[in-house]
């Protein structure tokens, strides 16, 4: 084992290590899904070596099923680390997902189901509230907000921020943004103001969408209470909000609860409805920014990766049809249970999956409200075919016990993904044996919001899956398990994951902050993508995810820097120093243990740590409240003065650890934390 992995991973690995079940496809899975993309694992690996050994032939191949304004006049251009695909066309991803299944005559078909949650204004039942939206009305909706969009001035390359809850509407808006030209920035709708504020100070964002409130568990989460909060902040910094647009979702309970600031708030339907619905496409250049996603790093502040238009396009379509086998005309029904504030939303509830003409399921609830059964009663009411989630869901659908799936028929079910984290035997063979019948396969899809779609994973008719393993990496992608200096390693040593050579989905960049695009990914070892993975690769070429490498916590499939969560402590005035390490969680595979060192004049108490972990959750949001709370006089440092973060994981985990400590600068601090477990 190479030393960058700590022993918790290490052991996770080892029983890794003794699995040896395999499970090939059903024979008639292909045929139930209308046809299998690829036929065999033959065809996969002669597919899969092509596409690495000539990416422009491939590449120039998937992307002529996409439709484009002007043809490319290179595919690829490679100057490490950066990547241009699909060099001079222009294309809009819109009309791709929209406006060519109209013109092909397909605007009656459904392409988006939205579920919201079972509670309606005055309504106490659970009575459920649907919608299906075809291409054709999309399109005309689309048409209107990005009209509205140019009303209030947005020109092309403006970012607007989207800080929406999951309603038709932040579907809408994205689309319509893609179709001007102009940069989303989606913050997921459970992040607190500050949050809010610093994604659109970072982004000089100046228009944002939002709801009043948002459904939650049949309470209201006051949205734009929240962007009230941020825009003052923002004021304070000199920086001015010129336009926010509201949705109304929950009008009745609000009713006089929402501020509104005349001249700068604009109410989503009377701007909307008003405007014409013929808009036509921006042309874009495939290279031009289509959107801003933050996502956590070990250090500082969230980084804003950049995705652009045409391999992004192309990428994630592509990904969706042959990993999920998706089949326009099939009667697939396909439903992704990700918010549309992280990648896994963007790429597969809305631009990976509408082009494929295979309607969407946005559900804007909660997994158990009203009751735990909530998902497997939408999958039946649908009858879905294609149902995608996490494994933190999993683990809990598994404790809320199998009677819930039990009570529904989910037999039209015939693929089951995942995708977040490294999802135990444990779960994989719960989800398929209570949720697939015992017979559908399981994706287990490894990615990144900075892969923009799956890079290693399989494809759903035709490889043989490992409960544990995403398997094999996605045509065009050269993923390898390599050492220090970038030399491949044997099978079944752990290593660094990197990805050899560019996919169209590739970040293009962190924005405003290019040396720690090129320090993230780019430095350790020349030449390749970091993904910041520990991994192997067994005998077999699997890869077995051991998780992140550097100090980026995973709670529940999102990810948290270390760093956010000790700042966010820090700020409050009993805290002088915090260190934050995972901890093994049951459902949220890793939760939050926070070490803290107490500024002279404050007590460690009880009240003290709720205190904390409500504080922390105001400035990053709920997910990132620690599990637990030590107080400590000190905290364990090398002489260079670095949090050792590896013996706090070990007390965090409750092992006791067999860990080198000659560099620790005070040997006391560790004894005084072992012997003082929770
Ligand atoms: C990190 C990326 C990509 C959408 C959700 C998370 C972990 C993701 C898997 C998987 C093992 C996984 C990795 C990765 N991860 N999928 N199937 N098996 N680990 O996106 O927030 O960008 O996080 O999630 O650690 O680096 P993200």
């Known amino acids: 084992m190479t030393a960058h992995l700590s022993s ?24 139930s899904l209308g046809g299998a993309y690829c036929a065999s694992m033959d065809e996969y690996r002669a597919r899969h070596t092509r596409s690495i050994a000539d990416p422009e032939g491939f590449w120039g191949e998937v992307a002529q099923g996409f439709e484009w304004f002007t043809p490319w006049t290179r595919v690829l251009e490679w100057n490490c680390p950066d990547a241009k695909w699909f060099v001079g066309a222009t294309t809009n991803i819109c009309h791709n997902a929209l406006d ?61 921020t989207l800080y929406m809850g999951m309603v038709p509407e932040l579907a809408i808006a994205l689309l319509a943004c893609a179709r001007i030209g102009a940069v989303h920035s989606v913050i997921f709708g459970g992040f ?24 939650r568990r049949g309470a209201v989460v006051p949205l734009k209470k929240s962007v009230d909060e941020a825009i003052h902040l923002l004021c304070a910094q000199n920086h001015t909000v010129d336009h926010c647009v509201v949705v109304h979702r929950i009008k009745h309970e609000m009713e006089g609860a929402v501020d509104w600031t005349a001249g700068r708030d604009h109410a989503w339907h009377e701007l909307i409805d008003a405007q014409s619905a013929e808009c036509a496409c921006e042309p874009m250049d495939s290279e031009d920014p289509l959107f801003l996603l933050y996502t956590s790093g070990s250090t500082g502040k969230p980084k804003g990766i950049l995705h652009t238009v045409g391999g992004y396009m192309v990428y994630t379509a592509y990904t969706a049809q042959q990993t999920f086998n998706l089949r326009p005309g099939a009667g697939h029904v396909y439903w992704c249970t990700a918010d549309i504030g992280w990648i896994t ?69 015939k693929v089951l993904g995942t995708v977040g984290e490294p999802i135990n035997p444990e779960a994989w063979m719960w989800y398929r044996q209570h949720i697939g019948a015992d017979a559908c396969p399981i994706v287990d899809t490894f990615w990144q919001t900075e892969t923009g779609g799956h890079v290693i994973t399989p494809l759903a008719c035709v490889t043989p899956t490992v409960p544990g393993s995403c398997t094999l990496p996605f045509f065009g992608i050269d993923a390898a398990v390599v050492d220090e200096q970038g030399n491949e390693l044997p099978p079944n040593v752990g290593g660094l994951l990197v990805i050899r050579k560019p996919w169209p989905s590739m970040l293009r960049g962190v924005h405003r902050d290019r040396a720690r695009f090129i320090d993230t990914y780019w430095s350790r070892i020349k030449g390749m993508y970091l993904a910041g993975d520990g991994a192997r690769r067994c005998e077999k070429g699997y890869f077995w995810i051991m998780g992140r490498i550097d100090d980026i916590l995973n709670v529940s499939g999102h990810r948290l820097g270390t760093m956010e969560v000790e700042s966010a402590l820090v700020s409050h005035p009993a805290v002088v120093e915090a260190a934050v390490v995972g901890m093994p969680h049951e459902i949220k ?62 007390i965090a985990a409750g092992r006791d650890g067999n860990q080198d400590t000659t560099t620790l600068e005070d040997f006391t601090t560790l004894a005084t934390l072992r012997a003082n477990e929770e």
């Open 8 to 31: 918790a991973e290490s052991s996770n690995v080892e029983s890794l290590l003794k699995e040896t079940r395999i499970f090939s496809p059903a024979t008639d899975l292909a045929a």
């Open 100 to 160: 060519r299944h109209v013109l092909d005559g397909h605007g009656h078909e459904v392409a988006i189901i939205w579920e919201g949650e079972p509670k309606l204004p005055g309504d106490n039942g659970p009575q459920p509230e649907v919608k299906h939206l075809c291409y054709g009305e999309l399109l005309d909706e689309v048409c209107r907000t990005a009209n509205a969009l140019k009303s209030l001035g947005v020109k092309k390359g403006e970012v607007v």
């Open 192 to 215: 607190p103001a500050p949050a809010i504020a610093d994604r659109m100070l970072d982004a000089n964002s100046r228009v944002i969408m939002t709801c009043d409130g948002a459904w």
């Open 345 to 413: 939303g963007h790429s597969y509830v809305i631009y990976g999956i509408m082009p494929n003409r295979v309607p969407t399921i946005m559900y804007e609830g909660a997994p158990n409200f009203p009751g735990d059964d909530r998902f497997w009663e939408i999958v039946a009411r649908h009858r879905v075919t294609h149902f995608y989630t996490a494994p933190t869901a999993i683990r809990s659908f598994m404790k809320w016990g199998d009677q819930h799936p039990g009570k529904h028929d989910l037999s039209t079910l």
């Open 589 to 650: 595979g890793m939760g939050i243990a926070a070490f803290v060192s107490l500024a002279p004049g404050s007590t460690p108490s009880e009240a003290l740590k709720t205190a904390l972990r409500s504080h922390v959750s105001s400035v990053l949001g709920p997910i990132a409240k620690p599990d637990m709370i030590r107080f400590t006089q000190t905290l364990p440092k090398t002489r260079s003065g670095k949090i050792m973060r590896r013996l706090l994981r070990d």
